[in-house]
Nanobody, 121 residues
Framework: QVQLVESGGGLVQSGGSLRLSCAAS????????MGWLVQAPGKEREKVAT????????YYTDSVKGRFTISRANAKNTIYLQMNSLKPEDTAVYYC??????????????WGQGTQVTVSS
């Protein structure tokens, strides 16, 4: 069982930056693929960024490439999402997610409660 707790969301002006963190419980954190998914009002959840268990491979949806960076610190059981040049369309609830090392996180097994990111224009 993995428990995920997000932090770092908030209100920021367009062009600003935020860093989200996700702390995970459990002794097997380093074996999980991790990621951030979003759910905007009236839309389904979708992947924003993922990072594999070793940190060697990352994925970004097209709309955030060059602006967001996902990273992980296995010694701290934590992943991060550095978000720069934020736009109003980035406004959403951001969920931390985890799954096994062979998962692409399309339908993750474990979810956090989510943290709200609001970007004002």
């Amino acid at each position: 069982q993995v428990q995920l707790v997000e932090s770092g969301g908030g209100l920021v002006q367009s062009g600003g930056s935020l860093r989200l963190s996700c702390a995970a419980s459990g002794r097997t954190f380093s074996t999980y693929n991790m990621g951030w998914l979003v759910q905007a009002p009236g839309k389904e959840r979708e992947k924003v960024a993922t990072i594999n268990w070793s940190g060697a491979n990352t994925y970004y949806t097209d709309s955030v490439k060059g602006r967001f960076t996902i990273s992980r610190a296995n010694a701290k059981n934590t992943i991060y999402l550095q978000m720069n040049s934020l736009k109003p369309e980035d406004t959403a609830v951001y969920y931390c997610a985890a799954d096994g090392r062979y998962s692409d996180l399309s339908i993750p097994t474990y979810w956090g409660q989510g943290t709200q990111v609001t970007v004002s224009s």
